[in-house]
């Protein structure tokens, strides 16, 4: 299918394949390769930013058994430097609204609620959002069953991530997951290598922790999608409760989620700040660093080469002890909740 660039094209017009999970449809994965294939030839601006992609420049930074990728992306400036105070996201469009999209962008329609689409601004390859068909603001507990289910549905290739509205969403008003590669985010391959301690939860879940530099993960994994999304939903009250937040409000946090030998794993960042402080420095002290679920498992995108060629390990663990709960109170939660 070939979406005209002079209209703009309904939700219906956009979709080029269909995934509801009925028996003997091809897999979600393939579906997806599919809709990246087609937007290179279909969508100028997306085939570029791509192209840029592949020379993006990319450091490592290593102490002990951690390693901090850096990524300098000037392509994510607009997500990185993008105001989400309440004023400037109502006075914007939404580009996640099906009537906001570009008019090239095509989608996946996912189990009726959800378009999968290409990232216009990608940060891997490939890169995809997962956003939902209506303007529902982001939020998890609503749907973790469909984080669940889609993590399941994309298979073992890929990994599904989560941004909180307060913790690195450019799109804090239209709910939305994302979706790369697996193994390409640091934490999943050390959480492979070292996965903390642990505790046995019931329904066969297993809650465990582990210290990182700067911040603190705690990680879900079970094979009982029930049991899994009822432990992730009471562990959210513990987290608002925590870190002293609104009561209206989500806890702060990012997650990502795999799944592999029919079992669920999650890794979450628990959170108490947006930015950094050396977010709001003047001149040569400010780096524009907004840390989401990538940047807090191990991977720093830099939009400016000047933040890239400074980064360094020490001001990578300034960034993460800054913007994530503590250690202290994480290890209170893990340690208080029931089993």
């Known amino acids: 299918m070939t979406i005209s660039m002079s209209t703009p094209a309904t939700a219906t017009e956009r979709i080029i394949a269909v995934y509801d999970g009925a028996p003997g449809e091809p897999p ?23 192209l840029e992609l ?12 951690h390693t901090i990728l850096v990524q ?11 105001a989400i105070d309440a004023a400037a996201v109502r006075n914007r469009p939404c580009f996640l609204c099906p009537d906001g999209l570009p008019v090239s962008q095509a989608a996946v329609r996912y189990r009726e609620d ?20 209506r303007h529902l603001p982001q939020r998890l507990e609503p749907h973790i069953d469909t984080l669940l289910t889609l993590t399941r549905d994309l298979g073992d290739g890929l990994t599904v991530f ?8 450019s799109a804090p008003d239209h709910h939305h997951f994302q979706v790369c590669p697996a193994g390409t985010i640091p934490v999943e391959k050390l959480w492979e290598e070292n996965g903390g301690k642990r505790r046995e939860l019931a329904g066969g879940v297993s809650l465990g922790i582990r210290e990182m530099p700067g911040r603190t993960v705690l990680a879900m994994e079970g094979g009982n999608q029930a ?27 990012n997650l990502l989620c795999h799944y592999q030998d029919k079992r669920w794993r999650l890794l979450l960042f628990p959170r108490r700040r947006h930015r950094p402080a050396a977010y ?17 498992g191990g991977l720093l995108i830099t939009v400016r080469e000047e ?33």
């Open 28 to 50: 979600l994965a393939s579906r997806c390769r599919e809709l990246f294939s087609q937007q290179m030839f279909t969508w100028q601006e997306f085939a570029a930013a791509h």
């Open 54 to 65: 592949n020379g993006a420049w990319l450091r490592e930074l290593s102490s002990g058994p």
């Open 72 to 82: 300098f992306n000037p392509g994510r400036t607009v997500s990185a430097t993008a």
């Open 114 to 133: 959800f378009l999968i689409l290409v990232n216009p601004r990608p940060i891997f390859s490939p890169h995809y959002t997962v956003a939902h068909v």
């Open 162 to 169: 989560y941004n909180g509205p307060r913790c690195g969403a």
């Open 227 to 253: 049991a899994v999304a009822d432990a992730l939903v009471r562990l959210l009250p513990m987290l608002g409760r925590a870190a002293e937040s609104d009561s209206d409000a989500e806890p702060m946090l």
């Open 280 to 296: 709001y420095r003047e001149g040569e002290e400010a780096v524009l660093v907004t840390p989401g679920a990538v940047e807090m």
């Open 307 to 339: 933040d890239f060629l400074k980064m360094n390990f020490a001001l990578a663990e300034e960034i993460y002890r800054e913007v994530a709960l503590e250690g202290e109170t994480v290890e209170k939660i893990f340690g208080a909740f029931p089993a």
